[in-house]
């Protein structure tokens, strides 16, 4: 819910060539208790006035010289990255009420000016408008939380997936390569059974920290759950870039943390498979590294291993 205090904050523009208009809309609403009101009597100021303070509510004059309150709609059609224009005309001439909605205008009051009325359009406007921010901004937060890993904020395997096909689509274009580390942290069950849960989680997102700092800024780093992590590397231009990554990883990871004030060791088997030797699709390069890691830590973990093959994955049921 909109509270009346969010209303009565939200900031409103006026825009009118006369200054007679712009002072008695002012005043009324001041009168009614909003607090951030700004005003112009030139339409050419609207665009720039609003990319910089983003107003809740524009009050926009219709009929002015030099360009009129539609061309004002269209201008800011071009900059308003959600599609919704946070206008409220008004419109002398009746016939102007229903073109200006069909413009993008959101509501009109008319000329002259009723003051009821118009503090009550002005009122449900910025409550719909807050709503609609209020929505987005929720919408936004739920569509993050579908993506990443809530407990590292990294991403999860769905947008890993999605990053993965990207990597492999430019290295097909591009007739290169591109590779996938799987890691596996050896240890932390240990940690989470003597200090507990709380501080296992405090070390997961440590890792991840460290994963990030290690890799370059255009790979992916995410996690799957537990103490598995995967790293989409963007592009190898050399054929040691792997090696040396590998081990810029595997070096970061196992530098001592402290966790409550104890110092803590942790250490990460690796697997890797590269782009088109061990497969030529997401999935396959997921399976090629998860058995090179599986490879990695029975060879007595804190160790990487770079696959043999592509994996082989069963059929694709009809």
Known sequence: ?????????????????????????????????????????????????YQKHRYALIVLDLEMPGMDGFQVMESLK?????????VLVIAAQPDHRLRALASGAKDFISK??????TKTRIHNMLEVRLLYKQLEHSNRALESLALHD????LPNRRLLMDRLSSAIAHARRN??????????LDGLKQINDTLGHDAGDALLGMVAARLVGAVRQE????RLG???????????????????LMSKVMQAVSQPYSIRGRGVNMTASVGVSIYPTHGEEAETLMKSADLALYQAKSA????????????????AHS
Request: proline content about 4%; aromatic content about 6%; hydrophobic content about 45%.
């Open 150 to 153: 809530a407990l590292t904020g």
């Open 226 to 244: 537990g103490d598995e992590f995967v790293i989409a590397l963007w592009e190898l231009n050399h054929a040691d870039d792997v090696g040396k």
């Open 175 to 184: 007739k290169g390569s591109m590779a996938v580390m799987y890691l596996d």
């Open 78 to 86: 071009k900059i308003e990255t959600d599609g919704y224009l946070p």
């Open 300 to 315: 007595g973990k804190n160790d990487y291993r770079i696959a043999a093959r592509a994996a082989l994955l069963p059929p």
């Open 112 to 117: 002259p000016f009723d003051l009821m009325e």
């Open 1 to 49: 819910m909109i509270s009346e205090q969010e209303i009565l904050n939200a900031r409103i523009l006026i825009v009118d060539d006369r200054q007679s208009n712009v002072f008695l809309l002012g005043e009324m609403l001041r009168d009614a208790g909003y607090a951030c009101i700004a005003s112009t009597t030139d339409p050419h100021a609207v665009c720039a006035l």
């Open 219 to 222: 790979d992916t780093v995410a």
